[in-house]
């Protein structure tokens, strides 16, 4: 535990860096790190100083407008919030059961969506940390370089997230910011020709999948005193899993474990989640801090996304992907695997099963069907939960006898990792930054522990890798010692 | 023998008692427009038919086609102007195409496409416009009215019921219902109304069927709105 960092003891003849903005997910973010005069830390803080607003503006507007003005909250993984708020409108219009061809056309554009949201933030966001190293030239530390090193890495990258992203469309309409999910079904199904493109290339990408898994193994396994000790922290996890048990990101019930493994709660209908969960406020984020009621604030705080899911499920129901998880589970022992690195490691599994998924949902005639839409007895009131590629995400949506929203509440994954982030910045500066002066490259390395949480903190690293960043280091009087910048033009120091 | 004017160049046919714009939908040549509809009286306020006829500004739906005059529509200049007239319309209202179910099927959107608009150019107004839900079966978001006034017209002179009318002057003008308490649900409309059916925009709307016709399905993708500028729209 590294929560003693969070507020020094004493702020007296500290100094203080901050790297701001870290870049965000469609906003910013920052990190302070406060540090004696022996370069000690005392404090590091992950700031989120995002303000998006939608649970207030989309008050007072009619809930089938909801799906698709909420997506807007992220151009990298709206399908999410596409499917999580037409979920929680399934409940709202009484639609317990969606036909066969709706449900297997959201699960196809869910897939499909973890399919290029996860090829987008390995390939191109992170394996210039990986493979050419975290302090390796910044020139070339990004996806061009990538190319130019690795082209054919690269090539697949990009042509997994191009594969992706036409699921996308042929099922949502866009390949970002579609329509196609609606409250009680969907508005399209697959046409036969939509459906034999999509066959057509699913083989590869099964393949090319596959060997992103092997990649990232293969990184664990030539330094594993690396990827098992960097930033790595012990913390409780959770996530949807299926009915069954297996890992299911479209639907299922939540399980939580704690950092031994033990099952902590199981079989939770999301539709309660405000029983288990609870969040924290804190003065210097605008992010909420969420925690397990049960645990309290100080032991509840837990970790989601795919390090989470692939040890909390039983089973994947696909057989590459099984394999995988079982060589993973094996790496990790007795003990749940919670080395931050090894979140790129399940992310590859996930992208497989997805890959994996895709083909099989291609193969149902399901898809092609013409019932699209149910409703019911309706509802006022309604929680929808999806596993988006980061994480848990949950929508809980009230509507009034008018059809309008009146309460709109959205714990997004990022806001569930919030303080594994920050325990995760903290242990990289212990281990990283203790003692030493500062460079660009051990910036990078808060940089990478941030980013093996896939936050939505990637919307600057789309330039390239070359997030802006600037560290000021003031001494106790507020005055400035040195200065580091770097923006997209490169890096500079004052 | 048949009476003819020139639209920028083309000779287009006319009969006694049409205005340019008719003339000219009936020739298959289009002009930009926004209050006009075929079926209603021409209402002339959104200006977005301005032509030039003899080298004189007028709106083409309200100028009677006469032999022989010259009419400009398709220039540079004008077109300009349309643009402008349309940027003041988007910035004056709160209209959201991201997220609005009328998207694809809207005439403000279809023509700023049309007149290739990128921008709202001018600052925001985002007035503060509720929305009025009360109804069973039909909502108003009066937060997108161009006030175009079709509802108005086709209300009274096709249902006979008087159900909307335009309120206020200059800036301040607005769309409001018959009702003392100025509710939808208080009035007399209902479903099967022609006043229902005529919004170019998204501000009179069957409840629960947003976003039911798929995009790439919407009237609007399939073809520009210069091709048939008062698609008939698709049943849910």
Redesign the interface.
């Known amino acids: 535990m590294t929560s003693h960092l969070e507020t020094a003891a004493n702020l007296e003849n500290l100094r203080r860096i901050a790297i701001d903005p870290v870049s965000r997910v469609e906003g910013h973010g920052k990190v302070t790190i406060l540090l004696d005069d022996k370069n000690r830390v005392h404090q590091v803080r992950l700031h989120i100083v995002e303000f998006r607003g939608f649970e207030k503006f989309i008050q007072g507007r009619p809930y089938w407008e909801v799906p698709v003005m909420v997506q807007r909250l992220c151009g990298i993984c709206p399908v999410s919030h596409h499917l999580a708020a037409s979920k929680a409108l399934d409940v709202i219009v009484g639609a317990k059961h969606l036909t066969p061809t709706a449900e297997k056309i959201r699960r196809l554009m869910h897939y499909g969506q973890i399919l290029q949201s996860h090829a987008l933030h390995f390939f191109h966001l992170c394996t210039p940390d990986l493979l050419f190293g975290f302090d390796s030239e910044i020139s070339r530390r990004n996806i061009a370089g990538i190319a130019e090193k690795y082209p054919e890495t690269a090539r697949r990258g990009i042509l997994l997230r191009k594969f992706g992203q036409e699921v996308i469309r042929h099922t949502a309409g866009k390949r970002v910011h579609g329509t196609g999910s609606v409250p009680g079904g969907v508005n399209k199904s697959l046409s036969i020709i939509e459906r034999d493109e999509l066959l057509k290339d699913i083989y590869q990408m099964v393949a090319w999948s596959r060997d992103a898994v092997l990649m990232v193994k293969e990184l664990h396994h030539q330094n594993p005193e690396l990827y098992n000790s960097f930033g790595a922290f012990r913390a409780n996890f959770m996530s949807m899993v299926g009915f069954d048990g297996g890992l299911d990101l479209y639907h299922g019930h939540l399980r939580g474990r704690n950092a031994n493994g033990d099952v902590l709660f199981d079989g939770v209908d999301y539709q309660n989640y405000t029983q288990l969960i609870e969040e924290e406020v804190k003065n210097w984020s605008y992010m909420k801090f969420p925690y397990l009621k049960s645990l309290g604030r100080e032991l509840g705080w837990y970790r989601v996304g795919p390090l989470s899911r692939i040890q909390n499920c039983d089973f994947l129901a696909t057989p590459l992907a099984e394999i995988e998880r079982r060589e993973f589970i094996a790496y990790g022992g007795v003990m749940p695997m919670h080395a931050p690195l090894a979140y790129h490691w399940a992310r590859m599994i996930e992208m497989l099963h997805a890959a994996e998924t895709i083909k099989d949902l291609l193969h149902d005639d399901d898809l092609t069907g013409s019932e699209l839409v149910v409703s019911g007895e309706r509802a006022f009131e309604g929680v929808g939960v999806i596993e988006a590629p980061r994480g848990t995400l949950i929508h809980h949506y009230r509507v009034d006898e008018h059809d309008l929203v009146t309460m709109c509440n959205l714990i997004v994954s990022t806001t569930h990792n919030n303080q594994a982030m920050n325990e995760a910045v903290r242990r990289v500066a212990q281990q990283y930054l203790q003692g030493h002066e500062i460079t660009e490259g051990l910036l990078n390395h808060i940089e990478v522990a941030v980013r093996a949480f896939d936050p939505c903190l990637s919307c600057a690293t789309h330039a390239l890798g070359k997030m802006p960043l600037e560290v000021e280091v003031l001494n106790e009087a507020g005055e400035r010692l040195s200065y580091f910048a770097r923006s997209g033009a490169g890096t500079h120091a004052c | 023998m048949i009476n003819t004017f020139t639209l920028d160049g083309m000779s287009i046919p006319f009969s006694e008692g049409q205005t340019i714009i008719q003339a000219a939908m009936a020739a298959g040549v289009y002009i930009p427009h926004l209050c006009f509809n075929p079926q209603f009286k021409p209402h002339g306020s959104c200006k977005l038919c301005t032509v030039k006829v003899n080298g004189r500004q007028s709106s083409s739906c309200t100028h009677q086609a006469l032999s022989g005059m010259v009419v400009e529509s398709n220039t540079t200049q004008i077109n300009d102007e349309r643009r402008m007239l349309l940027q003041m319309l988007f910035v004056e209202g709160n209209h959201f195409c ?4 009328k998207s694809g099927n809207c005439q403000l959107q279809a023509t700023a496409y049309e007149l290739h608009m990128m921008s709202p150019h001018f600052d925001q107004f985002f007035p503060d416009r ?2 009025d ?2 109804h069973p079966e039909y ?1 108003l978001d009066f937060n997108r009215c161009i006030l175009c006034s079709l509802c108005v017209r086709a209300s009274r002179d096709v249902d006979s019921k008087n159900v909307f009318a335009l309120s206020g002057r200059g800036i301040k003008s607005r769309l409001i219902v018959n009702a003392k308490s100025g509710l939808l649900a208080d009035t007399d409309f209902c479903g099967d109304d022609k006043a229902a059916n005529v919004c170019p925009v998204g501000v009179i ?1 069957k ?11 919407r009237s609007f993708d399939e073809q520009p709105i210069s091709a048939s500028p008062h698609p008939v729209m698709k049943e849910v």
């Not at chain 2, 991201?98 to 179910?101: G, I, M, Q």
């Not at chain 2, 409840?207 to 399905?217: L, M, T």
């Open positions: 991201p997220s609005c179910e509720a929305v839900a009360s909502l709307l409840k629960r069927i947003g976003f039911a016709v798929p995009i790439g399905q």
